[in-house]
């Protein structure tokens, strides 16, 4: 064992022989084939003797070097042991192998009520299975290897038994007995093997432990547990030692040494620590002996002053107790003459108020008599003027009530006139609505006619361009030709005439004459045709001029109906209150008649009429009003005090006219085509977040504002005479009234304010869910742009909920991406992969942490499904664990679907591990089989990326405070104009 430890240790050392008894320990008990094994065999067959036994082992063991027979025995046998030959008789082997205790007595013995006889006979295991034959020398076998087992699960200090002497008496010591026995026991054989060896055997932090106080500067700086162990023994100056993988190996004699260092070390330690503690107990009694004396002395001093205050205390008490007594009996004198005085008074008093009382009492009596009876005559005489008035008044109330009906009857026929020229003015609404559809349908084919023309005519163009220029080369290279041979005649002298050259000179002159004239004809047809052609381009950009004009004309011209249509509904409020101010309700006494009508609207006024229909100049004013503002807020006009300008603007505009009070207008229309085009034009973030900065501060104003009709919480007030449609309150603002305007405030709006609410609120939807796909779009090309939004909708000034939320719901994207790449992908769930995912995680959790909380928020939470199924993934020894600690510990957000697909499907690449046991997956299949046939809704392990912006009004609302909309400066195309100068206030 020990040269096993010293190969495992890898040290310097030499092989020590040894005498091994392997062989002799296989030739007694090896099954098969051991003496004990023949002696059992021999035991269970009937006939058999000693000498039959004896004669087997002869057989069994004729070539074995350990085993010989005796000369003159027939029975015996001889087994060489390392320390010599032991001869053993087989004559009664066979009796005391089959000699054993009898098991009843055991069961008998062991029922003893004496503890330790029980204890002597235990019951043994076999007891419980079938009976089976059992030999001495088997038990023998059976207690000797769990003996070995019990001595190899501890650690044993052995005691050696040596006999002195053979007679077994004292005082008597046999050197040659003892040493023979010595060497039998294997005790010399040990001890030589120990010294050759190394015997004493520490491993480094016991040995630093224990010996670590021989150099304290070791136990003091942070050295290895090895480097500790060699300085200490180069501070002792020891040789022959040995440094093991675990453990330092000393000779003989060495661990002595050190002890006798140590305790000498120890020794002076502690002379030390008495030296000190004998000091310090000294001194802590002097300074004891010093307080005593100090505080014998102040109690001493405190008596001897505590002794004259009492007598100074004494005499002061004897001057204040006189005087107390003197005042005392004084006082009782004069309380004495008051009481007396006292009672006599009282006496007389009580007699004359209880004369009055009395008198009283008689007056209170009679006059409640007296009211009682007037009050009787009163109210008989007021029953009777009451029922005269109330017969009177229903009959001229009746009277009046018939008057008002029959009015009413012809207020009702008018007002049906006025309902069907409304319903007519409508269908004509409607008819130029259809008509300027027809026109805009009409105007796109007709410049799809118009750019197909163009093309043609231009590519017409060219072509004809192409053979005017190569006619006209034709025609300079023939002139030439001509003009060179014209030369040529011309130099040439006087010949015969030839008439025959001349007239075919003459002919070819003709000839180039006549194509001349053709070439010229084509070019003037060309020219021709290209005049054409531009004329009718001409006419198609004329026509499509007409068109848009004529698109806008009917543009214009439906707006208008519609002012008139409102105009109308004005005139015939008008008229519904003009009736009822003419009816005679007014002759009413003041305490009874009404300061409003059924409809909640103040009587108007006889200067009413003239407001109701304005100067077509002055609407023309207020349209121009519109449209400047309209211009204005349709281009970037920027940001001021961190809010949008034209959100602000377009408010107190709406504000300033009253728009949210009407019941009918085009405004609320013409700017929801303004963020509409602004959707369809713009895609680059910026833009989109401008408009969505305006759209939302806007949105946010009106949340905080609007309310409906009737629904004020507080007291209601009296408000002035207000109108109903759109240019008639802007009439009334041109009035001299002036209103007090706060930039945020309750307005009881109408129905199309609510209606363009909405309608922004479906904008802001559309602005957000646009932004937010464009970075889905490119966060998959690249993430930096998670880092570039941000900053884009801080400069656009982007409330701090939607950049909030968008991260959140960029995260949810990731979060659902990589999980359902887990659950979809074989090759995803794998450990390798689960360890990179982590990375990643890590990281952006970093990244998390150095953002600002505005613009990140709670978004991390968005991971908690990849992160725990991540963590799954990673976790070693995943056999181990059970269901219950998955979904306590683990991945408690993961549903029993999810978590049985993680592990059906997880595969270790790097390590080879298993997954979860088979009862865990077996608890899962039960789980998910009783959720199926409760809900098959939920069934689905996939997650879903919510499309919807996860945001309501009131969160919207209650990121900002009304007080940060006021200090908002207005755009100075529009401050310059004098209709708009109200947003200087």
Known sequence: MEQEEYTKEEIDWSYIQFVDNQEILDLIEKKPGGIIALLDETCML?????????????????????????????SDFTIHHYAGHVTYQTDLFLDKNIDYAVNEHQVLLHA??????????????????????????SSFKQQLQALLETLSSVEPHYIRCIKPNNVLKPAIFENSNVLQQLRCGGVLEAIRISCLGYPTRRTFDEFVDRFGVLLPEVLGESYDEVTATEMLLEKVNLTGYQIGKTKVFLRAGQMAELDARRTEVLSSSASKIQR???????????????????????????????????????????????TYYRMHFARKNYRDLCSASTTVQSGLRGMAARKELQYRQQTKAAVIIQSYCRSYLAHSQYMGLKKAAITTQCAW??????????KLKMAAKETGALQAAKNKLEKQVEELTWRLQLEKRMRVDMEEAKSQENKKLQQKLQELELQSNETKDLLKREQETAKAAWEKAALVPEVQVDTTLVNELTAENEKLKTLVASLETKIDETEQRFDEVKKAREELLKKATDAESKINGLTN????????????????????QQALFRSPVRTIPENTSPKATPHGTPPASKEYGKFAQPRPSFFERQHESVDALINCVTENIGFSEGKPIAAITIYKCLVHWKIFETEKTSVFDRLIQIFGSAMQKHDSNEDLAYWLSTSSTLLIMLQKSLKAAGSSGGTPRKKPQTQSSFLGRMVFRSSNITVDMDLVRQIEAKYPAFLFKQQLTAFVEGLYGMIRDNVKKELS???????????????????????????????????????????????????????????????MEVWCGEVKP???????????????????????????????EIVNDLCPVLSVQQLYKICTQYWDDKYNTESVSEEVL????????????????????????????????????????????????????????????????
């Open 854 to 884: 505005e613009y990140v928020g709670s978004a991390l939470d968005e991971l908690k499904h990849i992160r725990q199924a991540v963590g799954f993934l990673v976790i070693f020894k995943k056999f181990r664990i059970s269901y219950d």
């Open 781 to 843: 090309s690249l993430l930096s742009h998670a880092i570039q939004v941000p900053r884009i909708m801080k400069a656009s000034m982007v409330p701090a909920i939607f950049m909030r939320k968008i991260f959140t719901q960029i995260f949810s994207f990731i979060n659902a991406q990589l999980f359902n790449s887990l659950l979809v992908r074989h090759e995803c769930c794998s450990f390798s992969n689960g360890e990179y995912v982590k990375q990643g995680l890590a990281q």
């Open 397 to 406: 109330r009746g009277r009046l009530a018939r008057r008002e009906l029959r």
């Open 112 to 137: 003893s009520r004496c503890s330790f006889v029980s204890s002597l006979f235990p019951p043994s295991e076999e007891s419980t299975k079938s009976t089976k034959f059992t030999s001495i020398g």
């Open 922 to 985: 077996d608890e899962m299949r039960t789980l998910i089989t009783k959720e199926s046939g409760q809900d098959s809704s939920e069934n689905t392990f996939l997650l879903d990326d919510e499309i919807s912006m996860p945001i309501s009004l009131e969160e919207i609302g209650d990121s900002m405070d009304s007080k940060e909309f006021q200090h908002i400066a207005p755009p100075p195309e529009l401050v310059a104009i004098p209709a708009f100068q109200f947003l200087k206030s």
């Open 557 to 576: 011209t439906m707006l208008s109906l519609q002012e008139k249509l409102t105009n109308m509904e004005l005139e015939n409020q008008v008229l519904r």
């Open 46 to 74: 009937r006939n058999s003797t000693h000498e039959t036994f004896a004669e087997k082992l002869y057989q069994q063991f004729k070539g074995n070097q350990h085993f010989s027979r005796p000369k003159f025995s027939r």
């Open 276 to 322: 000190k503690v004998r000091s310090y107990l000294a001194h802590k009694h002097f300074i004891q002996l010093r307080l005593s004396a100090t505080q014998l002395q102040a109690v001493c001093r405190g008596q001897i002053a505590r002794h004259y205050y009492e007598d100074l205390r004494g005499k002061a008490a004897t001057l204040t107790i006189q």
